[in-house]
């Protein structure tokens, strides 16, 4: 995913520094949520120094402004940040080695109906992950 950084950051009136591009730069680039113990692993490998209390607050201040989503595996237990994405995804999980591979396919459009005419309930969100092995990891 290419993005401007510098744009992202004057649209949301937030002062462009090294440390935000580099955050914003490192995320653009993965394919899958990471944890921002994550995030903290490959900015200290491309030698960007910041505290991981610094390197939070900067995530909660992305994510105020929805440049950045949390997202909450609840078949590893983590909580995950990525860029806001502009199109929703589904995420396979592997229980062994925890990887998060993202899938285009949207199983719900097909339910969606069914839930308003049947239940008379109108639908904002939902979540699906799927958990299993990967392809390294399957037995
Ligand atoms: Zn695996
Ligand atoms: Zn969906």
């Known amino acids: 995913m290419s993005i401007n950084i510098k744009k992202i950051l004057h649209q949301h009136n937030l002062k462009h520094t090294k440390q935000r591009e580099a955050i914003l730069k490192v995320l653009a680039k993965q ?13 200290r490998q491309q030698a960007q120094t910041m ?8 995530v909660e201040t992305f994510s105020e402004h929805g440049i950045i989503e949390k997202i909450f595996s609840s078949i590893t237990n983590t ?4 860029l806001q994405s502009r199109h929703h995804q589904h995420y396979l999980v592997c229980i062994n080695c925890h990887k998060m591979i993202p899938i285009d396919y949207c ?9 308003e005419s049947n239940f008379h309930f ?10 299993g092995y990967c392809d390294t990891c399957q037995p």
């Open 79 to 82: 909580n995950l940040i990525q």
């Open 107 to 115: 199983p719900m459009d097909e339910l969606l109906g069914y839930i």
């Open 122 to 131: 109108k639908v904002i969100d939902h979540q699906l992950e799927i958990s």
């Open 31 to 43: 394919k899958a949520p990471i944890s921002v113990e994550e995030l903290y692993d490959l900015l």
């Open 51 to 58: 505290n991981l209390s610094t390197l939070y607050r900067s």
